[in-house]
């Protein structure tokens, strides 16, 4: 892990566009990395580990895609 920087949780949300409070949400439900301080504190392990969701319209689309090609292989 020493090749890895850290950057605080405030750095990563300006980035993203998002709320710290949604940067910490990632971070204690696993889906980015990083660590807690003993004081509380997270920092954010760059460069980015992040897990994509399950949901979404993004997903759903790709899902639906999906569901048509399988369909359209199977009937051929």
């Known amino acids: 892990m020493s090749d890895l ?3 605080p ?3 990563v949300a300006r980035e993203w566009g998002v709320t710290p409070r949604r940067v910490r949400a990632l971070l204690v439900a ?5 660590r807690q301080l003993a004081n509380g504190y997270w920092e954010v392990f ?3 580990r ?7 319209p993004v997903l759903k689309c790709q899902q ?3 569901r048509i ?3 359209l292989s ?3």
């Not at 696993?30 to 990083?34: E, N, P």
């Not at 992040?50 to 979404?56: A, D, E, I, L, S």
């Open 64 to 66: 639906r895609q999906d």
């Open 9 to 11: 949780v405030s750095a």
């Open 50 to 56: 992040y897990v994509f969701g399950k949901r979404g």
């Open 5 to 7: 920087m850290v950057l």
């Open 69 to 71: 090609k399988e369909y």
């Open 74 to 76: 199977k009937t051929l």
């Open 46 to 48: 760059y460069p980015y």
């Open 30 to 34: 696993g889906r980015l990395s990083g």
